[in-house]
């Protein structure tokens, strides 16, 4: 399984504690909830993109139909979008 570069943290492990951080507090959005477990996890200096390379607008406009406007990739009440984009990246990191 893939890690965070730098470090022995296995970034399934990130984005399963994050769809649930999301899960529970759905108006943060998903970078906020994926830069949330970062930080219990003492990563502070890499953003999320750095993290988890799949994690991208590009990703997100061309298989997720993602309409970046503003802060967010999705309308915010748009939340099962966001848990098929954490389902699929669970899926390619659990390869």
Not at 14 to 39: F, N, P, Q, R
Not at 43 to 68: D, H
Not at 78 to 88: A, E
């Amino acid at each position: 399984m893939k890690t965070i570069e730098g470090t022995g943290i296995k970034i399934v492990d990130v984005l399963s504690c994050s769809k649930i951080t999301y899960s529970k507090e759905t108006s943060l959005g998903m970078c906020h909830a994926i830069l949330d477990t970062l930080w219990k996890r003492n990563i502070y200096s890499m953003s999320e993109q750095e993290c988890i390379p799949l994690f991208n607008k590009r990703m997100a406009i061309e298989m997720f139909g993602a309409n970046p406007n503003g802060n967010f990739w999705w309308l915010i009440s748009d939340t099962d979008i966001r848990i098929k984009y954490f389902d699929w990246l669970i899926e390619q990191y659990n390869l």
